[in-house]
C-alpha cells in the first residue's frame, strides 16, 4: 500500500487553528480515495513559505531519508514552499529518498505538460508572494513616512503607544549610561558588572554580552531608522546624542574580526556531472594571487580522490554562460515554447473543469447543512442544551466561511489565463530567472573536458513538420546538434562542442 506524510502551514497570525485543520481534511479525503496511508503530519503554524527556515518542514525533508513513506501531501503547492529555487532544492533532496510531492487541491498529470505546469504553479505562488509584499511594503511605508510604528521587535528605552515609538525614561537612562561607558574605553563585560552591580536588568533579566553588543549598534538611538535604502528620522525619539552614538559606532566597527563569506549561487547544482566517472560536479572556489575569490565547477570524485578522475575544474561564470546560451537557443529553435504554452491552456482547460476545491467545499457545505438541520429538529423536540446551542453557533459560523471560500473558488474558474499571458509569464521567468530555466527543463547535464551533453526534461517540437509529436527529451528522437564554443580556462584554449539531444 502507498504510504505518505502530510505537511499543512499557514503563514500568519491572522490565520487560524482552523486554516490547519481544512488543510489536513482535504489531504486526507484525497489519501482516502488514492488508497494512500498516512503515516504521520508536519504543521508549521504562522511561517511564512518564502524560505525553508520551518522546524517541521526541515524534520520533514531529514525524516525522508528513513525512506518509510512515498508521498508528501500539501493541500496546495504553495504550501510547501513559495521559494521556487528552495523548491527545487528539496523537491530533489525528497525524491532521492523516493519521494515525491503531490497537491490534494492541484491535480499534475505525470506528463512533459505537467512538469511544466507545475513550475508554473510554483513560479505563479512566488509571483503572488512577491506581489503581496510589495503591496504591504508600500503601505508600510507611506506610515513610515508619518512617523508610525509599521510592526516588528520594540528596541529597548522604547514603548509602542498609538503606533508611535515613545521613551520609557529610566530605559533610557541606562542605555544612556552604556553607552557613553563604552565610549571612554570601558570593556561589555565590565560594564555588564557595573549594570549588575546596581540591580539594573534588562527586561526582568541581568544584562548579556549579546544584548548590549546589540544595543551599541542600533542606529535607532540615534533617532536615525533606516528601511531598504530609505532613511527615516520621525519614527524613534533620540536617546544617545549623535556625536556619542557615531564614537560608538566606530569603537564597534575597529572590534569587528572577519567578514561574512559571500552567498554564491552555483546555477547547474544538482543537475550536472562528470562524463568521465559518474560522480556530481560540484560548486568550488579558490583564491588568485592577487587575492581576488575564483569559482568553478568541479568534479567530486577528483576533488575528494574517491575516483581516479583527472577532469578539469571550469570556471563558474563561462561554463554557465554555455548552458544558459545553448539552452535559450534551442528551445527558440525548435519552437518548443509553442508546446509549453499549448500543453498549459489545455491543462488550465481541465483544471477550470475539475475544480477539486470547489467541489470539496461543496461537498462540505452540504453536510453542514444537514448537521444544522438536525439540531434545529433537536431544538424543536425540546433539545436546548448549552452543548447543542455552542454547536450550532459553531456550525453557523463554519457556514459563512464555507460561503465566503465557495465565493472565491468559483471567481477564480471565471478567470483564464490567455495564451499571450501564459507565454509572456513563461518569457519573462526565462529571461530574469536562469535558475528557473535549469531547474524545470533541464534532467541532466554531463561535463567533459571537451564537450557537454544536455538532456531536456519538457517537451518540444521534434521535426518542423510535426505539429503533434512531443515528448520526453532524454527519449524522444536524437538529434545531435554540434558546435563549438572558444574558451580558455587554466591558460589553456579548448574547443568546447556542445551536444543538445532533442
Same mark, same amino acid.
Given at each position: 500500500?502507498?504510504?505518505?506524510?502530510?505537511?499543512?502551514?499557514y503563514?500568519?497570525?491572522?490565520?487560524?487553528?482552523?486554516?490547519?485543520?481544512?488543510?489536513?481534511?482535504?489531504?486526507?479525503?484525497?489519501?482516502?480515495?488514492?488508497?494512500?496511508?498516512?503515516?504521520?503530519?508536519y504543521i508549521?503554524?504562522a511561517?511564512?513559505?518564502?524560505?525553508d527556515?520551518?522546524?517541521d518542514?526541515?524534520?520533514?525533508?531529514k525524516?525522508?531519508s528513513?525512506?518509510?513513506?512515498?508521498?508528501?501531501?500539501?493541500?496546495?503547492f504553495?504550501?510547501?514552499?513559495?521559494?521556487?529555487?528552495?523548491?527545487a532544492?528539496?523537491?530533489?533532496?525528497?525524491?532521492?529518498?523516493?519521494?515525491?510531492v503531490?497537491?490534494?487541491t492541484?491535480?499534475?498529470?505525470?506528463t512533459?505538460?505537467?512538469?511544466?505546469?507545475e513550475?508554473?504553479?510554483e513560479?505563479?505562488?512566488e509571483y503572488?508572494?512577491?506581489?503581496?509584499s510589495?503591496?504591504i511594503?508600500?503601505?508600510?511605508?507611506?506610515?513610515?513616512?508619518?512617523g508610525n510604528?509599521?510592526?516588528?521587535? /520594540?528596541?529597548?528605552g522604547?514603548?509602542?503607544?498609538?503606533?508611535?515609538?515613545?521613551?520609557?525614561?529610566?530605559?533610557?537612562? /541606562?542605555?544612556?549610561?552604556?553607552?557613553?561607558?563604552?565610549?571612554?574605553?570601558?570593556?561589555?563585560?565590565?560594564?555588564?558588572s557595573?549594570l549588575?552591580e546596581?540591580?539594573?536588568?534588562?527586561?526582568?533579566k541581568?544584562f548579556?554580552?549579546?544584548?548590549v553588543y546589540?544595543?551599541?549598534?542600533?542606529?535607532?538611538?540615534?533617532?536615525?531608522y533606516?528601511?531598504?535604502g530609505e532613511v527615516?528620522?520621525?519614527?524613534?525619539?533620540?536617546?544617545?546624542p549623535?556625536?556619542?552614538?557615531d564614537k560608538?559606532?566606530a569603537?564597534?566597527?575597529?572590534?569587528?574580526?572577519?567578514?561574512?563569506?559571500e552567498?554564491?549561487?552555483y546555477l547547474l547544482?544538482?543537475?550536472?556531472?562528470?562524463g568521465?566517472?559518474?560522480k556530481?560536479?560540484i560548486?568550488d =572556489?579558490?583564491?588568485?594571487?592577487?587575492?581576488?575569490?575564483?569559482y568553478?565547477?568541479?568534479c567530486?570524485?577528483?576533488?575528494?580522490?574517491?575516483?581516479?578522475?583527472?577532469?578539469?575544474?571550469?570556471?563558474?561564470d563561462?561554463?554557465?554562460?554555455?548552458?544558459?546560451?545553448?539552452?535559450?537557443?534551442q528551445i527558440?529553435? =525548435?519552437?518548443?515554447?509553442?508546446?509549453i504554452?499549448?500543453?498549459?491552456m489545455?491543462?488550465?482547460?481541465?483544471q477550470s473543469?475539475? =475544480?477539486?476545491?470547489l =467541489?470539496?467545499?461543496?461537498?462540505?457545505?452540504?453536510?453542514t447543512?444537514?448537521?444544522?438541520?438536525?439540531?434545529?429538529?433537536?431544538i424543536?423536540n425540546?433539545g436546548?442544551s448549552?452543548?447543542i446551542m455552542?454547536r450550532?453557533?459553531?456550525?453557523?459560523i463554519?457556514?459563512?466561511?464555507?460561503?465566503r471560500?465557495?465565493l /472565491?473558488?468559483?471567481?477564480?474558474?471565471?478567470?483564464?489565463?490567455?495564451?499571450k499571458q501564459?507565454r509572456?509569464?513563461?518569457?519573462?521567468?526565462l529571461?530574469?530567472?536562469?535558475?528557473l530555466?535549469i531547474n524545470?527543463?533541464?534532467?541532466?547535464i554531463?561535463?567533459?573536458?571537451?564537450?557537454?551533453?544536455i538532456?531536456?526534461?519538457a517537451?518540444?517540437?521534434?521535426s518542423?513538420?510535426?505539429?503533434?509529436?512531443?515528448g520526453?527529451?532524454?527519449?524522444s528522437k536524437?538529434v545531435?546538434?554540434?558546435?563549438?564554443?572558444?574558451?580558455r580556462?587554466?591558460?589553456?584554449?579548448?574547443?568546447?562542442?556542445i551536444?543538445?539531444?532533442v
Amino acid at each position: 500500500m502507498k504510504t505518505a506524510v502530510i505537511y499543512a502551514r499557514y503563514s500568519s497570525d491572522s490565520q487560524t487553528e482552523q486554516s490547519i485543520d481544512g488543510q489536513l481534511r482535504v489531504c486526507e479525503e484525497y489519501a482516502q480515495k488514492n488508497n494512500i496511508l498516512i503515516l504521520n503530519t508536519y504543521i508549521d503554524r504562522a511561517m511564512t513559505g518564502t524560505n525553508d527556515n520551518r522546524p517541521d518542514f526541515q524534520r520533514m525533508i531529514k525524516d525522508s531519508s528513513r525512506k518509510e513513506w512515498n508521498y508528501v501531501i500539501c493541500y496546495k503547492f504553495d504550501r510547501f514552499s513559495r521559494n521556487k529555487y528552495e523548491t527545487a532544492i528539496h523537491k530533489k533532496a525528497l525524491k532521492d529518498n523516493g519521494v515525491k510531492v503531490v497537491s490534494a487541491t492541484e491535480f499534475v498529470p505525470d506528463t512533459p505538460e505537467g512538469i511544466i505546469f507545475e513550475s508554473m504553479l510554483e513560479g505563479y505562488a512566488e509571483y503572488y508572494s512577491a506581489e503581496l509584499s510589495q503591496k504591504i511594503r508600500r503601505g508600510n511605508n507611506e506610515s513610515r513616512r508619518k512617523g508610525n510604528l509599521t510592526g516588528g521587535k /520594540i528596541p529597548y528605552g522604547y514603548k509602542n503607544v498609538d503606533k508611535k515609538a515613545v521613551i520609557i525614561p529610566e530605559e533610557a537612562d /541606562i542605555v544612556r549610561y552604556i553607552y557613553e561607558r563604552y565610549s571612554i574605553g570601558v570593556y561589555v563585560k565590565d560594564i555588564i558588572s557595573e549594570l549588575n552591580e546596581k540591580g539594573l536588568l534588562h527586561k526582568g533579566k541581568p544584562f548579556v554580552p549579546n544584548t548590549v553588543y546589540s544595543m551599541l549598534g542600533n542606529e535607532r538611538y540615534s533617532g536615525i531608522y533606516r528601511h531598504n535604502g530609505e532613511v527615516f528620522d520621525n519614527i524613534y525619539p533620540q536617546i544617545v546624542p549623535q556625536e556619542t552614538f557615531d564614537k560608538v559606532r566606530a569603537k564597534v566597527n575597529a572590534n569587528k574580526f572577519g567578514k561574512r563569506s559571500e552567498h554564491i549561487t552555483y546555477l547547474l547544482k544538482d543537475k550536472i556531472k562528470c562524463g568521465y566517472c559518474g560522480k556530481s560536479i560540484i560548486g568550488d =572556489n579558490g583564491t588568485a594571487h592577487n587575492g581576488e575569490r575564483k569559482y568553478y565547477y568541479t568534479c567530486q570524485g577528483h576533488k575528494k580522490k574517491t575516483t581516479n578522475c583527472h577532469k578539469q575544474s571550469i570556471r563558474k561564470d563561462i561554463l554557465e554562460k554555455i548552458v544558459l546560451d545553448s539552452i535559450t537557443e534551442q528551445i527558440k529553435k =525548435n519552437n518548443s515554447l509553442d508546446f509549453i504554452v499549448k500543453g498549459l491552456m489545455r491543462e488550465q482547460e481541465r483544471q477550470s473543469q475539475a =475544480n477539486i476545491v470547489l =467541489n470539496l467545499l461543496v461537498k462540505e457545505q452540504r453536510t453542514t447543512e444537514n448537521s444544522i438541520a438536525n439540531i434545529m429538529k433537536a431544538i424543536e423536540n425540546g433539545g436546548t442544551s448549552n452543548t447543542i446551542m455552542k454547536r450550532l453557533r459553531e456550525l453557523e459560523i463554519r457556514q459563512e466561511e464555507l460561503e465566503r471560500q465557495i465565493l /472565491i473558488e468559483k471567481s477564480k474558474t471565471t478567470v483564464q489565463l490567455t495564451e499571450k499571458q501564459i507565454r509572456e509569464f513563461y518569457m519573462q521567468a526565462l529571461s530574469l530567472e536562469p535558475k528557473l530555466l535549469i531547474n524545470y527543463l533541464i534532467k541532466q547535464i554531463t561535463l567533459y573536458d571537451d564537450k557537454i551533453e544536455i538532456q531536456f526534461n519538457a517537451p518540444i517540437k521534434v521535426s518542423p513538420d510535426d505539429e503533434s509529436h512531443r515528448g520526453f527529451l532524454f527519449y524522444s528522437k536524437t538529434v545531435k546538434l554540434s558546435y563549438k564554443v572558444p574558451f580558455r580556462t587554466n591558460l589553456i584554449k579548448y574547443e568546447f562542442e556542445i551536444e543538445m539531444y532533442v
